[in-house]
């Protein structure tokens, strides 16, 4: 059992000058508070130093347990006020670190389903056990002869009573030429009997299909019954399976109980019953910022300010860089922590707030079929899911009699550049026709947060969305689309280098990614809030584009530099 004095971790150093934030960090998009900075750095000199459990982070000042396989963690830190009026920060990592959920010094999961005389360890075992019998079915070797033998009788007799059937049509035909012989040559009363005899003949036939249709059918259904002896089993170990599954998950959800600050708690289960897929995902409350919300209510502690940094190497997809704060995690954590975080003071959502007001979109070309124009950062391309100003809108305004869709691609929200708008519903073919192609030439310049040795490269990195993260985007072998970006630098100075971006597809988030993630640049854009350090905006701008008029047929040259 922790106690509240065990987590609880005082400053190394006074902390009389620093200020109070007015209300708790809103989790999923922050700047860290200086508190929070300063608590982050403290546990991050305890995790160099201390020697109570080993884990390789892939740290390269971090000795331990090299030969480990290295793994990064999220390690969290909430600025707290205790009990007796002391200002101390709590500490907590996601998931497991060494194979262990306790720690000294962290804060203990929400529900430890590692201890032995919990249920989880029985539970799991009694699934497991089934898990293991059922491999010993899967393996029986019977398995294979029996469905080459049913797959053997089944070929056989279709075949048999494929040749049966084209030699009922063969016998059909000569009784058609006998008949008709018989008409010609035959008397009356032998006529009648060549009738009879072929009629006959026609049953017989008939009869052999039905008794060889009846002779494979039996044959077929004992080769069945062979296979589901051994398959039968299989089929019903694996619904026991799935129901001790579902009831340990089911237990398990029952057990995640977080509190609110007023005292009040709920399952995990039915924090998601309100979600579209009403199941939460693996893992869900078992990141650090619920972890570290929990122990502060359950020890009547108040809550100041919170951040989340990464610790290690990168994992394969996510972009994850080492001592760099990140916000909370949308899937597993939203639900959560809007539930934990009721009837608190927090700070607003900027994300709600129109970064475009007061902003204008400049036209610097306009005919009777396209516009181009010059999108500020920070600006929608189209109306967003709680924010409707964005460039189609200013473009619907401007052009009320336009015919054309108007948006027929789109800059990222915080990238800033040209933008073609179709005004004719004759240009929109070919305009879309284009970008389908790729035939669109279009160039990006960016500010990179690094100084890079290469000069020139190409990046083909496939992504996909983050399912548990959106809007985030994650590089993924197995299920990503393919991407590709040129990259060519201009200029280097004060640990920044200046680069032209040529993306040849257009994921989203492309750019960001593959300058941000370790098997790309390893660098990511100044300013970029999501997979870097944030700045006074993107340093991401699209500055040329060159298409052809869907009109004219005219090669057509823009460029807008950036005002970075």
């Given at each position: ?43 991050q000199q305890h995790l160099l130093s201390q020697t109570e459990w080993q884990h390789n982070f892939g740290v390269a000042e971090d000795a331990q347990d090299p030969a480990a396989p290295a793994i990064g963690k999220m390690f969290g830190v909430l600025v707290v006020e205790n009990s007796q009026g002391e200002i101390g920060f709590l500490s907590a990592f996601s ?316 800059l990222d929200m915080s990238t800033s550049g040209l933008m073609v708008i179709v005004l004719s519903k004759r240009a929109n073919k070919s305009l879309q026709k284009q970008f389908i192609s790729r035939s669109v030439k279009k160039r990006y310049v960016a500010l990179i947060d690094g100084e890079l040795e290469q000069d020139e490269g190409v990046i083909t990195l ?103």
């Open positions: 059992m922790h106690s509240s004095t065990d987590c609880f971790t005082p400053f190394n150093q006074s902390i009389e000058t620093y200020t109070f934030p007015e209300r708790f960090t809103f989790p999923f998009y922050y700047q860290p508070h200086p508190l929070c900075i300063l608590a982050a750095e403290q546990l998931g497991k670190i060494a194979d262990r959920n306790l720690l000294p010094h962290f804060v203990p999961p929400v529900f430890d389903m590692l201890a032995e005389d919990g249920f989880f360890r029985d539970e799991l075992d009694e699934v497991t056990q089934v898990s293991n019998r059922l491999k010993e079915l899967q393996a029986d070797p019977q398995i294979d002869e029996y469905e080459r033998h049913l797959a053997s009788e089944t070929a056989n007799s279709i075949a048999e009573i494929e040749a049966h059937r084209n030699l009922m049509i063969e016998s059909r035909k000569s009784r058609k030429e006998r008949r008709a012989q018989g008409e010609t040559n035959l008397t009356d009363d032998d006529f009648t009997a060549l009738s009879i005899q072929l009629s006959r003949e026609s049953v017989a036939e008939k009869n052999q299909l039905k008794a060889l249709k009846s002779h494979w059918q039996e044959r077929i259904d004992l080769a069945q019954q062979q296979l589901l002896s051994v398959t039968d089993p299989i089929i019903e170990l694996k619904q026991t399976r799935k129901q001790l599954s579902n009831a340990l998950q089911n237990k398990l959800f029952d057990q995640y109980r977080f509190l609110k600050i007023d005292g009040e708690e709920k399952s995990l289960g039915a924090i998601f019953k309100q979600m579209p897929n009403h199941v939460p995902p693996a893992g869900a409350g078992e990141c650090a910022a619920p972890k570290l919300l929990q122990f502060a209510f359950k020890h009547k502690m108040k809550p100041i300010a919170m951040a989340e940094f990464w610790w290690g190497s990168a994992p394969k997809s996510e972009i994850r860089q080492h001592k760099k704060f990140y916000a909370a995690c949308m899937g597993k954590c939203h639900p959560i922590l809007g539930h934990m975080l009721e009837g608190m003071e927090v700070d607003d959502n900027p994300l709600l707030n129109n970064p475009a007001e007061g902003k204008t979109v400049e036209i610097i070309y306009q005919d009777d079929d396209i516009a181009v124009v010059n999108k500020p950062a920070e600006f929608l391309s189209v109306p967003g899911k709680t924010i409707e100003d964005s460039v189609y809108l200013r473009m619907k305004q401007q052009f009320p009699d336009a015919t054309g869709p108007l948006i027929v691609h789109r496939p992504m996909r969305g983050d399912l548990y993260d959106r809007p985030r985007q994650l590089v993924c072998f197995e299920h990503g689309k393919p991407a590709e970006t040129k990259w060519q630098v201009v200029g280097r100075q004060s640990g920044k280098t200046k680069v032209h971006l040529y993306p040849k597809t257009g994921r989203t988030h492309q750019l960001r990614v593959h300058c941000a993630h370790h098997l790309g640049l390893n660098m990511p854009i100044v300013g970029d809030d999501l997979y870097g350090l944030k700045a006074d905006r993107l340093h991401l701008h699209a500055e040329t584009l060159e298409l052809e008029h869907p009109i004219t047929k005219e090669i057509m040259q823009f460029q807008a530099e950036a005002d970075f």
